[in-house]
């Protein structure tokens, strides 16, 4: 179980390519519930997970695509249109905005830890993500548009999900250039 575990967690890679299809909503739903078994100082619980349907996606994708078409013309907008039309599952996590620095810093820290429950809940069930924070997850519209509440909610990120296409190759720094021992 361990090494299976470690292996998991190892070969757990970002996914930028999709094959066709939609996991089942109840997959998603079931590692969401897992995910919240996170820890979260003092309990707080302060992930909010947005599953969204093609009306709500789409939408977020052309907000997304006139920001592009803003930056960089209408030819880039027009292609990042088409691939975020394109993602099989979409998903954003939000977490509670705090006045204290040091309960947003620790609630942004348990969110993180939910995310890579949730991650790695898929990840075994043949499911990759994708965690995207690009500019439109910081619009006013973009909260509106997921119906979260700007007053008490940040965006942590945006998720796609699916079924890989492709999965990327990735390497770490090794153990002795991350690990310090002291007496
Ligand atoms: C907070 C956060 C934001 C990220 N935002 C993006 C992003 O905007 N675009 C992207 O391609 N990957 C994004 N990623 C994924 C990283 O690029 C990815 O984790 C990294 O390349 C390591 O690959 P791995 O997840 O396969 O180990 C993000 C990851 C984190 C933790």
Request: glycine share 6%.
């Amino acid at each position: 179980m361990s090494a299976a575990f470690k292996d998991l967690i190892r070969n757990r890679r970002t996914v930028h390519s999709f094959a066709p299809g939609v996991p089942p909503r109840a997959l998603i739903v079931d590692a969401i519930e897992a995910a919240s078994w996170a820890p979260n100082h003092r309990l707080t619980q302060p992930w909010r997970f947005y599953l969204l349907g093609p009306q709500t996606a789409a939408a977020i994708a052309q907000l997304n695509a006139a920001l592009v078409t803003a930056s960089k013309g209408a030819p880039a907008g027009a292609a990042k249109l088409e691939r975020w039309l394109g993602m099989p599952g979409h998903l954003v996590v939000t977490c509670s905005t705090s006045d204290d620095p040091l309960r947003e810093r620790e609630d942004y820290a348990a969110c993180c830890c939910a995310i890579q429950n949730l991650q790695l809940v898929l990840w075994s069930e043949g499911v990759g993500m994708k965690w995207t924070t690009g500019a439109v997850v910081r619009e006013s519209r973009f909260l509106e548009l997921i119906g979260a509440d700007p007053a008490t909610e940040s965006v942590v990120g945006m998720f796609w999900y699916g079924y890989p296409a492709e999965v990327p190759r990735m390497t770490r720094k090794p153990i002795e250039a991350i690990l310090k021992e002291r007496p």
